[in-house]
Nanobody
Framework: QLQLVESGGGLVQPGGSLRLSCAAS????????IGWFRQAPGKGREGLLC????????TFAGSVKGRFSISRVVANNTVYLQMNSLKPEDTAIYYC??????????????????WGQGTQVTVSS
C-alpha cells in the first residue's frame, strides 16, 4: 500500500527555519516524483517544489525561491523540505504528493495520485 506521511510542522517565529519530512512507503523514489504543496486558509493548493525520480529539482513558486529547498535520501525513502527565512504568509498546511513519472515532475495538483495527510506550519511571533 502506497503511503506518504509528513512530519516536522509546527509554530515558528518569522525569520526562523523548519524542515519538513515526507516518509514514503510502498513504493520507491526511483520511480516516483515527489512534490511539495501548501494550502493556506481560504486559498487553493499551491505547488512549491518537486524532485524527480532521478533527483532533479524544480522550484515552481516564486514566493519561496531562495528560501525553500527540496532534497531526498533514497535509502530512507524520505523527501525533505527545508524552509528558511519563514514569513507569516508561509502559514499553511503543507502536503507532499507522489506522481509516477520519469525525469520530470509537475506543479499541477491533478498530476499527483497519492497525497499525505498534511502538516501544519504556522509562522507567527
Amino acid at each position: 500500500q502506497l503511503q506518504l506521511v509528513e512530519s516536522g510542522g509546527g509554530l515558528v517565529q518569522p525569520g526562523g527555519s523548519l524542515r519538513l519530512s515526507c516518509a514514503a512507503s510502498g513504493f520507491s523514489l526511483d520511480s516516483y516524483a515527489i512534490g511539495w504543496f501548501r494550502q493556506a486558509p481560504g486559498k487553493g493548493r499551491e505547488g512549491l517544489l518537486c524532485i524527480s525520480n532521478s533527483g532533479g529539482t524544480t522550484t515552481f513558486a516564486g514566493s519561496v525561491k531562495g528560501r525553500f529547498s527540496i532534497s531526498r535520501v533514497v535509502a530512507n525513502n524520505t523527501v525533505y523540505l527545508q524552509m528558511n527565512s519563514l514569513k507569516p504568509e508561509d502559514t499553511a498546511i503543507y502536503y507532499c504528493a507522489a506522481e509516477r513519472s520519469y525525469f520530470y515532475c509537475s506543479d499541477s495538483v491533478l498530476s499527483y495520485n497519492y497525497w499525505g495527510q498534511g502538516t501544519q506550519v504556522t509562522v507567527s511571533s
